[in-house]
């Protein structure tokens, strides 16, 4: 280490892109450290995000199989019966094992774990409890909490007006729940617990659920989860909402103004997105500033204004996936080690974990219009649905399809969505290919194994071509 400094390098918070920052810059020969405040490693991701909420979502989709008859279709007649407890003590499981897993990881890279919140003393010292630790270099990856909603008070212990983290925790399946933001967090909560028995209704500020992702893609979700029984209100705002005992009445209003409605339940799930947390870590103290919506906003390299104060993932621009944050991590772990890391946010896929998996990549079909001057005749789309996948056929899976979004004139990819069983795991082949710049007709002549849910990607590129052979 630089003899001025404790440290080389110094990152605040543990999460995907802290703890991946971390390992990165101790694999580079710099001597590092990070600062977490919570009991264990890794984050929001780990302890109350995609982990502990994929392996709910993974137990109900069993349970669900077994309760709505896609089993005995299969030939399997099966009478389930819900274990929470277990089902609970398997997530907890889950997160144990792979938050303990990052912790042997800083073992073994000889990162040093500085338990506690850091603040900030001036560019190169931060307080982290009673110790005073100082760095040449310093990351701040402090990510980001529930964006609360004026009037309403989340109590995750009372299970009745909860965020995502209560609403992993439930003790008991709500007969009733309201999930306030038809986004991410909404319909992959809402998912488990409709799963698991509770009437769900998801109230949507705006006139579609998923806003960001393909105008194609949001309707024909829609249509899947009504079809799976959860409800939607639309164009609708929650101005409050009031609690007596375990009973939660919600105020509703048209988002576009006019009489207002009240709807009761026992459970309210406040999903309306996430911001970033920099409160309490003294950015004063560096005369660093957040933006309108509170980010830390860096150059392409993960500069700060400030020298010497770097910053990545959820606290910073662009969207809060824990892979975007895992990326910089390494990228800003390699540009302070005098390297080039470059995070390409042109490709960063993004999936919702519902079933079928929705999953998309680049630009949707509205974006790839407006960068072409509005010209949809320089825009080429081809769609192929998954009742014409022998596999998604064979599986009983018939919803969704997949769509390839290239500019007309060079046949680039400019971005590919898809609504599958596994379209996360399918989106990966698109990423990989715009990556490489490929054309469609590089994925339609590619050769994919038959028969995967994979092909489907292949025939939507035939189909920019003009030329599926399934439909
Ligand atoms: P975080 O993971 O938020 O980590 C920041 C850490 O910094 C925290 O542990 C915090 O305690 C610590 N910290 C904050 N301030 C200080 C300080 N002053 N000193 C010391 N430590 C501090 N993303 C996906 O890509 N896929 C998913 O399936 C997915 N599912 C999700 C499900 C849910 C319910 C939620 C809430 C989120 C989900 N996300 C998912 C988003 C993902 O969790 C975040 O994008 C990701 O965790 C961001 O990583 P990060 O390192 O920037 O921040
Ligand atoms: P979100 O931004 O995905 O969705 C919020 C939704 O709430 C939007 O549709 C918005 O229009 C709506 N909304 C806002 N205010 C409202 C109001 N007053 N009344 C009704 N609706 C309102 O945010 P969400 O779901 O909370 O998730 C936060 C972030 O966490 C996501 O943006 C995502 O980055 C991350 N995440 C990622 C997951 C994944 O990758 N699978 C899973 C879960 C979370």
Redesign the pocket.
């Known amino acids: 280490a630089d003899h001025n400094y404790d440290y080389d390098v110094l990152v605040i918070g543990a999460g995907p892109g802290g703890y991946v920052a971390a390992i990165r810059a101790a694999q580079l020969g710099l001597k590092t450290a990070c600062a977490e405040g919570r009991e264990t490693l890794g984050g929001t991701c780990l302890n109350v ?2 982990i502990p ?1 994929k392996a709910m979502l993974h137990a109900s989709e069993y349970f669900d199989a077994a309760k709505n008859g896609a089993m005995k279709e299969l030939g399997i007649d099966v009478e389930p019966k819900l274990n929470l407890d277990q089902m609970h003590a398997q997530r907890r499981d889950a997160v144990k094992g792979l938050t303990g897993g990052i912790e042997f990881l800083f073992k073994k890279n000889k990162v040093d774990w500085k338990k506690g919140y850091a603040t900030f003393q001036d560019a190169h010292t931060v307080k982290v409890g009673d110790e005073t630790v100082t760095a040449k270099d310093i990351v701040i990856a402090t990510g980001s909490s ?2 609360p ?1 004026p009037g309403v008070e989340i109590d995750n212990d009372k299970h009745v007006v909860v965020d ?1 983290t209560g609403a992993l925790e439930l003790p008991k399946v709500p007969k009733k729940m309201v999930v ?7 319909l ?1 909560l809402g998912s488990v617990w409709r799963r698991l028995g509770a009437e769900v209704v998801c ?4 006139d579609e ?3 960001g992702m393909d105008g194609d893609i949001r309707k024909e979700a829609r249509k899947i989860f009504k079809k799976q029984g959860i409800e939607f209100k639309l164009g ?3 101005t409050g909402v009031s609690v007596k005992g375990k009973t939660a009445t919600l105020t509703l209003e048209p988002a576009a103004g006019g009489d207002a409605e009240t709807m009761e339940a026992d459970c309210v799930l406040v ?4 911001k970033p947390n920099t409160d309490g870590l003294g950015l004063d103290a560096i005369g660093l500033e957040t933006n309108k919506r509170g980010q830390i906003e860096t150059d392409h390299d993960f500069r700060t204004k400030v020298d010497g104060v770097w910053a990545i993932g959820d606290c910073v621009p662009g ?4 892979h975007k944050a895992e990326d910089e991590g390494i990228a800003v772990a390699e540009n302070i080690a005098g390297q080039t890391g470059i995070v390409n946010h042109d490709v960063i896929p ?4 519902t079933w079928p998996e929705i999953a998309g990549v680049g630009l949707t079909t509205e974006q790839a219009i407006e960068k072409m001057g509005g010209d949809k005749s320089k825009v080429k789309v081809g769609k192929f649905p998954m009742l014409g996948n022998s596999r998604a056929k064979t599986n009983h899976e018939p919803d969704g399809f997949v769509k390839v979004i290239a500019e007309a004139e060079s046949d680039r990819v400019l971005g590919v969505w898809a609504i599958a069983v596994p379209a996360g795991t399918m989106i990966a082949e698109a990423a990989l290919g715009m990556e490489f710049g490929a054309t469609s007709e590089d994925i339609a002549y590619t050769c994919h194994a038959h028969p995967t849910h994979s092909e489907a990607m292949k025939e939507a590129a035939m189909a920019v071509q003009g030329k599926p052979i399934h439909v």
Do not use: D, H, N, Q
């Open positions: 995000g995609c909420s529930v964006t909603l995502s306030i933001g038809g986004g991410v967090i909404g992959e109230v949507e500020f705006l659920i998923l806003p609708t705002k929650v999903s309306i997105g996430r969207p809060m996936l824990a993004s999936v919702v974990y």
